[in-house]
T-cell receptor
Framework: GENVEQHPSTLSVQEGDSAVIKCTYSDSASNYFPWYKQELGKRPQLIIDIRSNVGEKKDQRIAVTLNKTAKHFSLHITETQPEDSAVYFCAASNDYKLSFGAGTTVTVRA | KAGVTQTPRYLIKTRGQQVTLSCSPISGHRSVSWYQQTPGQGLQFLFEYFSETQRNKGNFPGRFSGRQFSNSRSEMNVSTLELGDSALYLC?????????????????FGPGTRLTVL
């Protein structure tokens, strides 16, 4: 089955700096890669997603890149703000099933 | 539009008991997936249902089962509870979930059911 690895497990950044989270996947048939943000005590919420036929996608301060050849994808958050502090999960989908990474706890220092 | 709801929100059970959790998807959503979330293992896929059919199952023992009703509401059952079953159980619904559409449909998560096994 699909195996998704996510790094780093924790990330501390100064407010205003950038944060980068990287994920690798094992199943070359995976074709959809969402990123979820989970704030403490809340449910995961989709923040951005990318399909296998696209290499990069941006939404304001958030961007995701996908390298299908290397089977890895990354989340980039620019100009980080305190409200970006949360756990971020990457995931890969191969129809009917989402496989999640272990999560990255991001802390933005004021 | 109302979001995904789960009941109950909290449960305390003892080892050996069984439990049933319920998930009501967003109106019109036909696909419901279940996940187990623990601090050490992250989000683990349990199973996914579409139009009352289980289409995929994760690597969990047979004690974990589920079903979906004609109104798309779903239940999951855990029998013979073990201490290690203590976790947050999340369900998520998505709009279509067909063979060509599933991968491109956002999953909306419910608030989860916090299960504690003593």
């Amino acid at each position: 089955g699909e195996n998704v690895e996510q790094h780093p497990s924790t990330l501390s950044v100064q407010e205003g700096d950038s944060a980068v989270i990287k994920c690798t996947y094992s199943d070359s048939a995976s074709n959809y890669f969402p990123w979820y943000k989970q704030e403490l005590g809340k449910r995961p919420q989709l923040i951005i997603d990318i399909r296998s036929n696209v290499g990069e996608k941006k939404d304001q301060r958030i961007a995701v890149t996908l390298n299908k050849t290397a089977k890895h994808f990354s989340l980039h958050i620019t100009e980080t703000q305190p409200e970006d502090s949360a756990v971020y999960f990457c995931a890969a989908s191969n129809d009917y099933k989402l496989s999640f990474g272990a999560g990255t706890t991001v802390t933005v220092r004021a | 539009k109302a979001g995904v709801t789960q009941t109950p929100r909290y449960l305390i059970k003892t080892r050996g008991q069984q439990v049933t959790l319920s998930c009501s998807p967003i109106s019109g959503h036909r696909s419901v997936s279940w996940y187990q979330q623990t601090p050490g293992q992250g989000l683990q896929f349990l199973f996914e249902y579409f139009s009352e059919t289980q289409r995929n199952k994760g690597n969990f023992p047979g004690r974990f089962s589920g079903r979906q009703f004609s109104n798309s509401r779903s239940e999951m059952n855990v029998s013979t509870l073990e201490l290690g079953d203590s976790a947050l159980y999340l369900c998520a619904s998505s709009l279509l979930g067909g063979t060509s559409g599933y991968s491109y449909n956002e999953q909306f998560f419910g608030p989860g059911t916090r299960l504690t096994v003593l």
